[in-house]
């Protein structure tokens, strides 16, 4: 877990609100999907560093409630932060299954998101294709040939999308855009990187 970790809960200020109550925004951290938010007090945080699940505590239960207590569905704490006016906390953990009680991976519909956290989660199932190879799945069948055909594929995509880029098909152009960003994240995947390894090396380019 983060260094912050360690000495977090003397920094949080609960006073701040009349329940003792804290707003915890969970992230998944492999892909950056927001996955839901809950409360947490003293005790709920105190429990989630300790069993490295998180705790919360729940208004409609009165109790202190880990998620997947019930489900199986844990969600395994990797980071947590502490926002700048140390009352809200950013948790950044790994759902070991669906985190809404509906099944779904997230809390939030996905016609509430910006299409660009479709990039996030379409990055979650090629990489979930990767771990756990599915007979039907072309991105499965890529990773069975192995690094070579796989850095093949992009480059036939980046020349496609070269030659439709000097045309005035704009429909041609996105989908061969589309098929060069597929392969690109199969491509990293393969390597044995996530996308949040190249996204940190722009962020550090931007400063």
Avoid at 4 to 15: A, R
Avoid at 98 to 103: N, V
Wanted: negative net charge.
């Amino acid at each position: 877990m983060n260094e912050i970790s360690k000495d977090l809960e003397d920094q949080v200020e609960f006073s701040k609100y009349s329940d003792g109550l804290v707003p915890a925004i969970i992230q998944d951290s492999a892909t950056g999907q927001v996955l839901m938010l809950g409360f947490m007090n003293q005790e709920a945080l105190s429990q989630t560093l300790e069993s490295g699940k998180a705790t919360f505590f729940s208004r409609s239960k009165n109790r202190l409630w880990t998620k997947g207590e019930s489900s199986g569905n844990f969600l395994i704490v990797e980071n947590i932060y502490l926002d700048c006016d140390k009352d809200t906390l950013l948790v950044k953990a790994r759902p070991s299954g669906p985190t809404c009680h509906t099944g779904e991976k997230t809390c939030f519909k996905k016609d509430q998101i910006h299409s660009v956290g479709f990039l996030e989660e379409l990055n979650a199932t090629l990489l979930e294709k990767k771990n756990s190879p599915e007979k039907a799945s072309y991105t499965s069948s890529l990773h069975a040939k192995g690094i070579n055909k796989i850095a093949q594929k992009v480059g036939e995509e980046a020349v496609e999308l070269v030659i439709e880029a000097m045309d005035n098909k704009d429909d041609l152009f996105l989908n061969e855009a589309a098929d060069l960003m597929y392969h690109y994240l199969v491509l990293i995947h393969a390597k044995g990187y996530q996308l949040t390894d190249v996204v940190k090396i722009l962020q550090a380019r931007s400063k």
